[in-house]
């Protein structure tokens, strides 16, 4: 029976680090209601001071602030009222020393107004208006430019789009942005024992999970996805499909049968691609050791476990992270969203790898309890369960029940 | 000037009360691969074994366990090599006594064969194996439904398909599966001083920002958004726009101009829908008290503050637990994804409200921080900044610096 060897085994950082080295894909031009989650291509300049006027962020009424100074309950501040300014409208005309304009929350300041004076503390009485408290200059008033100046760098390259800055954009009218393209996605699956879902297995045979696994996963980080389907442990066949599925996309993952010899032919086929270079072969981690990545021509090539729960911790560990470098994601956005919890039991590890575990979460008078799923190798029910991975990293022995350790929340 | 007043505010806790009560929408049936996210509408019962036949979960060979108790390093135990089993192959014939199999991980065990030797622990000498280590019955193996039985509940009502679960789902040929229709949101930005975001605002106007926001959130709560335009301050307009948006959608979201006036149009237009019940007219939370909350013939619609950092606090607070409440989800799963964090300095609140103070998140020495962003209200580059939403809840005066409390993750 064939042992397998690693010819090129990686840190987890080192894997990291080759990921980093691919180019993000060209920008394109995208409508602000399609970028959400997207990653800006270039640093997003404002066009234009917001507000583009000063606003009012009260109702009440507009003055100079110097009139008002001096302004008591019991002595109150008598100025004239001029007018009112309506929401959208513009102010008829400058206002004098000793005037006021009626002005409501949003309300376009007359030129000389410099405060606003909250309607609580004033009265009408005919033609004049009573002021019983002074405001300062500045007071209850939006600055044309304090949000935003135009020429400002609003959100600098790499910055990912949330609905708050969507919001802003949309605000300055900057309705198509310049985000990267998404990453195309091939996905194949390999080994004689596989059907694909739809279909039912015949005794000895499995259905494959990997596809529709990985498939949720790259939409998940912004992908487009292509299945390629179920290639059989046969060289030429694989050679085949792996070529295709290089040509037609930016990434390639084959999740590997079982087999030892599946794997071989895996690596074989990567091997074969034009300027294929092998960056790992082989990654110190458990699960899912026995990973390849490779880079053809700019693309990104990614050999899998065969066993799903492993080949989807290699995903979200490196494949996720590259599909969304090459969106143009900054490094620390990179991962998953991490929090630290404390383990409720020992747990074993190796010096010299990093070790993951499946954990539900929970908490517990305040406290963050993460409880690992122990299942044998194999089940994939506990895929399931899992809120979160621990992660035990590459220097530690493992940790001791009530210990604290990172945890990286799955989608 | 006008006073505004709310008729029937209700606590956050009330409010949530209400949002539970809507039902939630018919079951619709969707390819696995479009489910990612949406909820399962029924009970999900495995139609079979899982897996369908026991499995080796190591290279080795198959044997019956009890010939292989008192095997040593020193003196082995030999049995009688049977040929091979190859992945996705059915076993030729039952395991004898006596007798080894080659099998591969994956590999389906012959009948008679109750574990699994490590190929490490074995010696393959001509027609024979010896055995060096004695193993349990079941070691290294899979038993035939040990992951999921035929007739088990996989997944209860409700549950959110997440990626591993699709996996799950897609192990047992569970391709097609019954979750919730997604909402139908129909919104509508109302005010005299707005202007599309496309569009260039004159002197006193300012662009609509709360129908680009507002999309962004009901896309990422898994809404189908129809966004109805801008509605200027005058009644009729109002109430036939509201009137269309109501009879195309699930919920309808109105966001108010800032106006007094228009806010009274929108909860006359609310009110005049057929069988409209007002559940909500000012809510105690801080920002968003002026909140409207009405059912009518079964659907939402909400009245939401012009401000569009207030909107959009209130969107998080109600209107996304209300769309994913339609979809079916759990109770537990309606609000954002939520942390503890220590605050950076004292903040006020009042008692008989929740206060929410948008926030920055910083990990400093294992312990994380959450720094209040104070902007003036109306300035909306705060939004864009906030990592989470810290709440002060109703009974509290306040936080001291470095006191822990909830903080809401944005998405």
């Known amino acids: 029976m064939p042992h397998e060897f690693f010819f090129q ?30 990653f800006l291509a270039e640093d997003l300049i404002s066009p234009e001071d917001l507000p583009s006027f000063s606003r009012a962020t009260m109702d009440g009424y507009a003055v100079r602030a110097k009139d008002t100074f001096g302004a008591r309950e019991n002595e109150p501040v008598i100025l004239n009222l001029a007018g009112e300014i309506l929401m959208g409208q ?24 410099d405060a606003v004076v909250m309607v609580e503390y004033t009265e009408e009485i005919g033609p004049l208006v009573e002021i019983r408290r002074p405001v300062a200059p500045g007071e209850n008033v939006i600055q044309k430019g304090e949000d935003i100046r135009a020429g400002e760098i ?12 969507l919001g802003v954009l949309s605000g300055l009218g900057l309705v198509r942005v310049k985000v990267h393209r998404r990453p195309r996605v091939g996905i194949i699956s390999t080994g004689d024992e596989l059907v694909p879902p739809e279909e039912s297995p015949p005794p000895g045979k499995i259905r494959d999970i990997n596809s529709y696994t990985l ?29 295709r599925a290089f040509q037609e996309n930016d ?34 981690v458990r699960p899912g050791k026995p990973t390849i990545l490779a880079r053809a021509e700019g693309k990104a090539i990614f050999g899998l476990p065969g066993q799903v729960a492993s080949a989807l911790l290699v995903f979200y560990l490196f494949v996720r992270p590259l599909l969304l470098h090459l969106q143009g994601a900054r490094r620390e956005e990179l991962a998953l969203p991490r929090l630290r919890a404390r383990v409720t039991r020992n747990l074993p590890s190796a010096q ?56 990286y929340l799955l989608p």
Chains 1, 2 share one sequence.
């Open 90 to 113: 513009t102010p008829e005309r400058p206002l004098q020393p000793g005037e006021a304009v009626r002005i409501a929350t949003g309300g376009m300041l007359p030129e000389g107004a």
């Open 154 to 165: 609003v959100f600098p390259r790499g910055t990912r789009l949330t609905t708050g800055r």
């Open 9 to 38: 085994v990686k840190s987890v950082a080192e894997v990291t680090e080759e990921i980093l080295s691919f180019s993000p894909l060209e920008p394109v031009e995208e409508d602000l209601l399609r970028a959400r989650g997207r």
């Open 251 to 284: 990434v390639v993952l084959i999740s590997g049968g079982s087999s030892v010899g599946t794997r071989d032919f895996t690596l074989k086929a990567i091997s074969s691609l034009p300027h294929a270079e092998i960056l790992a072969h082989g990654v110190a």
């Open 352 to 407: 010299g790898r990093e070790d993951y575990y499946r954990v539900r979460l929970r908490e517990k008078e305040g406290t963050l309890w993460a409880e690992p799923i122990f299942r044998r190798s194999g089940l994939i029910s506990s895929m399931a369960e899992a809120d979160g991975l621990l992660k035990i990293p590459e220097r530690s022995e493992g940790l001791y029940e009530g210990e604290e350790a990172d945890v």
């Open 215 to 243: 498939a949720a996963g790259v939409e998940e980080a912004g992908g487009e996805v292509t299945l390629y389907g179920l290639i059989p442990d046969e060289e030429e066949t694989l050679f085949r499909a792996v070529e």
